[in-house]
């Protein structure tokens, strides 16, 4: 039987798109200041940060851990039984064999809007500054729709600091301003038509990450992870999430501005801030 190129040019056509829509839909800031708002998750609107676990560099790939959903994962297994061999060698090599975690958060990039949500990953520096600046009174929940607040994102390449890693200086702005104006429904269907996070990194079984880290750890055997890692996420489309070294954080926030000096973007009365909450009341909802 003939094989059927039209379906195997179908597959290649789609799998390209998949990828470049993951390249797409994960954000990475670019040398210099830019300015994101973080929007709630529609997935779960209560919290927006979401935590995944990573498996990087096994044969330059890149795999969704289980341990993310405190499911069983294999290579976790191994490297908790490396750990108790009571060589240190052993403990080392298992400690570098844990996943690493990387938090992502649905964001808007101001000026790109257009574009639709997409998704800001970063380490647990960024994580916890931004966290603590959330717990500070004055500045509260920074992701509200109504009330929220953009962050400007500085970002230097290691060439720029003259060290071996980047640097992210993160500034949450004073005024509190509407993520997207209620009027404008293009805008409000970008909120409404978030892509799920999962659907970008795709989690193999058990058995399927099994082989892979059997294909990893005996490469003599002539297994490869191309014939056993169905879903695995490409590491092109993970480039801009791989956290190869934790870049350092620089992190300010801005003095509360006062009752009399407003400026325009700030909610301009009670009343409207009001009736933009209502707007947003029903978001995800409807």
Same mark, same amino acid.
Do not use: C
């Given at each position: 039987?003939?094989?059927?190129?039209?379906?195997? @040019?179908?597959?290649?056509?789609?799998?390209?798109?998949?990828?470049?829509?993951?390249?797409?839909?994960?954000?990475?800031?670019?040398?210099?200041?830019?300015?994101?708002?973080?929007?709630?998750?529609?997935?779960?609107?209560?919290?927006?940060?979401?935590?995944?676990?990573?498996?990087?560099?096994?044969?330059?790939?890149?795999?969704?851990?289980?341990?993310?959903?405190?499911?069983?994962?294999?290579?976790?297994?191994?490297?908790?039984?490396?750990? @108790?061999?009571?060589?240190?060698?052993?403990?080392?090599?298992?400690?570098?064999?844990?996943?690493?975690?990387?938090?992502?958060?649905?964001?808007?990039?101001?000026?790109?809007?257009?574009?639709?949500?997409?998704?800001?990953?970063?380490?647990?520096?960024?994580?916890?500054?931004?966290?603590?600046?959330?717990?500070?009174?004055?500045?509260?929940?920074?992701?509200?729709?109504?009330?929220?607040?953009?962050?400007?994102?500085?970002?230097?390449?290691?060439?720029?600091?003259?060290?071996?890693?980047?640097?992210?200086?993160?500034?949450?702005?004073?005024?509190?301003?509407?993520?997207?104006?209620?009027?404008?429904?293009?805008?409000?269907?970008?909120?409404?038509?978030?892509?799920?996070?999962?659907?970008?990194?795709?989690?193999?079984?058990?058995?399927?990450?099994?082989?892979?880290?059997?294909?990893?750890?005996?490469?003599?055997?002539?297994?490869?992870?191309?014939?056993?890692?169905?879903?695995?996420?490409?590491?092109?489309?993970?480039?801009?999430?791989?956290?190869?070294?934790?870049?350092?954080?620089?992190?300010?926030?801005?003095?509360?501005?006062?009752?009399?000096?407003?400026?325009?973007?700030?909610?301009?009365?009670?009343?409207?801030?009001?009736?933009?909450?209502?707007?947003?009341?029903?978001?995800?909802?409807?």
């Amino acid at each position: 039987m003939a094989i059927d190129l039209s379906k195997i @040019k179908s597959r290649l056509n789609a799998l390209e798109n998949k990828n470049s829509n993951k390249t797409q839909l994960i954000w990475k800031p670019k040398p210099g200041k830019q300015v994101v708002r973080i929007v709630p998750y529609k997935y779960e609107p209560s919290n927006p940060f979401i935590e995944l676990k990573f498996h990087y560099n096994i044969n330059n790939k890149t795999y969704l851990s289980p341990d993310s959903f405190n499911r069983p994962d294999p290579i976790v297994e191994f490297s908790n039984r490396l750990k @108790k061999t009571g060589s240190k060698e052993d403990w080392r090599t298992g400690r570098n064999m844990e996943p690493k975690m990387r938090t992502f958060v649905p964001i808007l990039v101001r000026g790109e809007e257009e574009e639709g949500v997409r998704f800001w990953g970063f380490g647990k520096q960024v994580y916890q500054e931004i966290l603590s600046i959330m717990a500070d009174p004055d500045y509260g929940d920074i992701t509200d729709l109504s009330n929220g607040r953009d962050i400007v994102v500085e970002f230097k390449t290691a060439d720029e600091t003259g060290k071996n890693f980047p640097e992210t200086a993160i500034r949450v702005k004073p005024n509190s301003t509407v993520a997207v104006d209620p009027k404008n429904s293009e805008l409000v269907d970008s909120l409404k038509s978030q892509t799920n996070i999962l659907d970008l990194f795709p989690e193999l079984s058990y058995d399927e990450l099994k082989n892979v880290m059997n294909a990893w750890l005996h490469p003599e055997d002539g297994q490869t992870t191309e014939t056993v890692a169905s879903g695995v996420v490409d590491e092109e489309a993970t480039q801009p999430v791989t956290p190869t070294v934790d870049s350092e954080v620089q992190t300010s926030v801005e003095p509360k501005p006062k009752a009399t000096n407003k400026s325009p973007t700030t909610s301009a009365s009670k009343s409207n801030t009001d009736d933009l909450t209502k707007a947003f009341d029903n978001l995800f909802n409807s």
